[in-house]
């Protein structure tokens, strides 16, 4: 299985970007999938997730002003970020709880996001 992270890129302060991750391989469904970031000098936060059925959880930074969804049958997961602010610059990992011919939690590559006028 992997998960293939995009959309990361250089946006002004107020502006949006819109992250895509896209699982592959012998997947039979994916339970929760979320985002992540590490931003410089910190730890990894959780940032949004979303279950199978589409219940969602979301840091209270980033409340109001993100929002995650999914599309099942694509196995592909989406993260709208508006509103953007410099501390929302990190690098965004997707994760999945993936069920399928070997199971387990998955990690994407990352991808930057830059918040910088």
């Known amino acids: 299985v992997q998960l293939q992270a995009s959309g990361g890129g250089l946006v002004q302060p107020g502006g949006s970007l819109r992250l895509r991750c896209v699982a592959s391989?012998?997947?039979?469904?994916?339970?929760?999938m979320g985002w992540y970031r590490r931003a410089p000098g910190k730890l990894r936060e959780l940032v949004a997730t979303?279950?199978?059925?589409?219940?969602?959880r979301y840091a209270d930074s980033v409340k109001g002003r993100f929002t995650i969804s999914r599309d099942n049958a694509k196995n592909t997961g989406y993260l709208q970020m508006n509103s953007l602010k410099p501390e929302d610059t990190a690098v965004y990992y997707c994760?999945?709880?993936?069920?399928?011919?070997?199971?387990?939690?998955?990690w994407g590559q990352g991808t930057l996001v830059t918040v910088s006028s």
């Open positions: 994760n999945a709880d993936v069920i399928g011919i070997v199971p387990g939690n998955y």
């Open positions: 391989g012998s997947i039979f469904s994916i339970n929760v």
């Open positions: 979303i279950t199978s059925g589409g219940g969602t």
